[in-house]
């Protein structure tokens, strides 16, 4: 999901570099700042899963592992 996040904001400063009307600019612009957002956000909740699951060893509680 990152990865992907990534390559559309690679795609939108592409074309940003070859636009020259002002209208068609503006809302690439937007949409670079949005990606950059998600890849902000995808990289937080990553992170809090990561350290979610390194907390606990929820295989050592899990009951059907001791039958």
């Known amino acids: 999901m990152i990865a992907a996040e990534q390559k559309a904001r690679t795609t939108y400063d592409n074309l940003i570099r070859e636009a020259c009307d002002p209208d068609v ?11 950059i957002v998600h890849f902000q956000r ?3 909740a990553l992170a809090y899963v990561q350290k979610q699951l390194d ?8 009951p059907a592992f001791d039958k």
């Open 25 to 35: 600019i503006a809302p690439l612009v937007f949409l670079r700042e949005r990606e």
């Open 42 to 44: 995808f990289g937080e």
């Open 55 to 62: 907390s606990d060893n929820y295989y050592r509680y899990n």
